[in-house]
């Protein structure tokens, strides 16, 4: 699985790639056997899950660059250039990895969610919903994916968990009118 947005970029980063393949008997075996000559490592698939495997391919590729802009867009409503955004995300981008390196998805992840913070994403809430309503919606549908990696984690109680996501459900008008 590797990025080919400039091939150059891929290919110095192609080492240690996983390389799905979808195939039989020797024909399997000839890819496996070329995925391991250029450093990758082959996963053999089973058949008609390429399009699962490909699909998977994109939460951590084109999705991530997505979330990225995202991000990006709202440092430029209070001011930032992409590039300062994209300087101040990066720390937190390696850091985010190393930690799920480190500890797995539940163990690597931080923030309000994680912690149960309910005053913290009522503020995120309305202040996108305010001014990017569908960020907001962004946020919500992310935040709603979290809340099982809290509990997982051990920092989200279930109580906790049941208000954040009564919270999270609750729809902008809701939210703009209790204001």
């Known amino acids: 699985m590797q990025m080919f947005a400039n091939p150059d970029v891929a290919l110095e980063g192609l080492r240690g790639c996983t390389v799905g393949i979808e195939a039989e008997g020797d024909f399997r075996r000839d890819l496996e056997w070329l995925a391991t000559r250029i450093g990758c490592e082959p996963l053999a698939l089973p058949a008609g899950v390429r399009a699962l495997y490909h699909a998977s ?28 955004a994209l300087r101040a995300m990066m720390p937190l981008l390696r850091g985010t990895v190393a930690a799920v390196l480190d500890g797995g ?3 690597g992840m931080g923030g309000c969610v994680a912690r149960g913070d309910v005053g ?7 202040a996108l919903d305010e001014r990017f309503p569908s960020s907001g919606a962004l946020y ?10 809290g509990i997982e984690r051990g920092t989200l109680s279930a109580p906790r968990a049941a208000e954040i996501e009564q919270l999270l459900l609750r729809t902008r008008s809701e939210l703009l009118a209790a204001s």
């Open 105 to 107: 998805l539940a163990n």
């Open 120 to 126: 913290t994403i009522l503020k995120h809430l309305r």
């Open 140 to 149: 919500r549908e992310l935040a709603l994916r979290n809340v099982p990696l």
């Open 57 to 84: 391919a994109y939460y951590v590729g084109p999705f991530l660059i997505a979330l990225l802009k995202e991000g990006v867009e709202l440092w430029k409503s209070f001011g930032a250039s992409e590039a300062d």
